[in-house]
């Protein structure tokens, strides 16, 4: 009984790690749109089509300050690092569902 709460509570808490992507992807829409289908600033790629391996990979980059692709590194900075992986890995599912 003691080990079916314990895994409950350590998934439960799990679930509380990210917040959701919609709510998330508003703080990234006045750059890449609300569906993420704009290149921010006319440069770079339209985020909804890269692939969520990419999209992972990107925002960890961005969020440990090492990324400064299309010279966005330090706009990409300020926002990604507020992230937390499980944040990175809910976006990096979710904005490739975006696609039209």
Not at 29 to 54: E, I, Q, W, Y
Not at 59 to 86: E, F, P, V, W
């Amino acid at each position: 009984m003691k080990k079916v709460l314990f895994l409950g509570v350590v998934l439960g808490l799990g679930l509380l790690g990210a917040a959701e992507p919609a709510e998330l992807i508003k703080k990234c829409a006045g750059c890449h749109g609300p569906t993420m289908n704009h290149k921010a600033f006319g440069k770079g790629h339209v985020v909804n089509t890269l692939d969520s391996s990419t999209i992972k990979e990107d925002l960890m980059g961005y969020k440990a300050g090492t990324l400064n692709r299309y010279s966005a590194g330090k706009i990409m900075h300020m926002q990604a690092k507020a992230l937390s992986d499980a944040d990175i890995e809910a976006l990096a599912k979710y904005i490739p569902t975006l696609k039209k």
